[in-house]
């Protein structure tokens, strides 16, 4: 089935040490999100990309990062992680032109 | 800027009851709208959607009416089960990107 693939589901990182997360969609749409999810909180966007065109959130910190490759593939870099970076981090899709937007199951990060 | 308001919850109910979810927004134009459905440890599912005034989503049993003059889409359902405990959330698409803006969930948890 098409879908948005996250790896890995949960990640534990050390405080300071950059991690990396992976998405990867098999549905060739043009834009893909990343969202931060803090416990029993909203969604927060943190950058899209449209086709290749990055675009950040204004209040999104330096710290995060992310690449786009290809149509299919996008990562999410934190390059020295703190505690309060500790979530559940969202990986989606949408076409240019459509309304749906999908997501995949997510990557838990604890950071210790 | 666009805001989307939920009922507050947490929301407990006995298998079969009636369900409404209260959800109204703010935005500029004519945004589409959307809730999403999140099991314990999972990303979010598309549950339902309208894109214009006056349409209804439906999917499992779950409705949602896109009010343009009271800017609502109130998530309804007639019997609901054990197994529709989850946080729903409530959110629009603007015009700009395909930025989804939340509401801040409904936890909902039915008792057998």
């Known amino acids: 089935d098409a879908m948005v693939i996250q790896n890995p589901r949960y990640q534990v990182t050390q405080f300071g040490k950059p991690v990396t997360l992976s998405c990867s969609q098999t549905?060739?749409?043009?834009?893909m999100y990343w969202y931060q999810q803090k416990s029993s909180q909203a969604p927060k966007l943190l950058f899209h990309y449209y086709d290749k065109d990055f675009n950040n959130e204004a209040d999104t910190p330096d710290n995060f990062q992310s690449r786009r490759p290809n149509t299919s593939f996008c990562f999410l870099d934190i390059r020295s992680p703190g505690l309060g970076d500790a979530a559940m981090y969202l990986c989606?899709?949408?076409?240019?032109?459509?309304?749906?937007?999908?997501f995949g199951q997510g990557t838990r990060l604890t950071v210790v | 800027g666009d805001s989307v308001t939920q009922m507050e919850g947490p929301v407990t109910l006995s298998e079969e009851a009636f369900l409404t979810i209260n959800c109204t927004y703010t935005a500029t134009g004519y945004p589409s709208l959307f809730w999403y459905v999140q099991y314990p440890g999972e990303g979010l599912q598309l549950l339902l959607k309208a894109t214009k005034a006056d349409d209804k989503g439906s999917n499992k049993g779950f409705e949602a009416t896109y009010r343009k003059e009271t800017t609502s889409f109130h998530l309804e359902k007639g019997s609901v089960q054990v197994s529709d405990s989850a946080v729903y959330f409530c959110a629009l698409k603007g015009t700009s990107y395909g930025k989804l803006t939340f509401g801040q969930g409904t936890i909902l948890t039915v008792h057998p």
């Open positions: 549905l060739n749409h043009n834009v």
């Open positions: 989606a899709t949408s076409l240019k032109a459509g309304t749906g937007t999908f």
